[in-house]
């Protein structure tokens, strides 16, 4: 995540929820997008690919090629970025601060 | 975060990267509206205050009234609920190895 430019592909990819999704199953392991369109019956194989394409376009999908499938890894370094961006090094301190403030504000 | 609605507010909130800037600037220091509008010169207080009331629908930005004044505080938490959905305890370890699988696949 070297510019803002790349920030703007990676929010705008973690905007749609079924982006977040297919996110939330790589997590777990890298799939083939044969299996990506096998977990998702309600979305079709072109809609799956789009996703794909625009999560590999903000770096948060790499994608491998073995043979004639496509394995869809996660790369989790630009959430980690995202992170590192707003919490510091005393995070557990500073959010442990902010977590009794909004606990204050909301009572 | 407690649902999928509150991730669309929050990576709405995110895509801009204006709003990202005053996320940058509150990191260092909670800030009054007036003391934002300073430190963007090239935007008027209408658009400052739109962005501030994303910021804060998203719950990234907390705001506390003293007397005449809007403290704007950053509020971290979602994104660190963001980190931790995608970014296991093992972060490191993983991270590691996606990090070399990113390597070799740019090589």
Known sequence: MSNESDNDLIFKALAHRR?????D???????TTGMLCEAFTD????TVMLHLKVLEDADLVIA?????????HLNSLPI????????SAYA???LSILDQLKKDLED
């Open 19 to 23: 982006r977040r999704e297919i996110l």
């Open 25 to 31: 199953m790589l997590k777990d392991a890298p799939r």
């Open 43 to 46: 979305m079709d194989r072109c």
């Open 64 to 72: 491998k090629k073995e043979g004639r499938e496509r394995w869809n």
């Open 80 to 87: 980690k970025q995202v992170h590192d961006r707003w919490i």
């Open 92 to 94: 557990g301190h500073a």
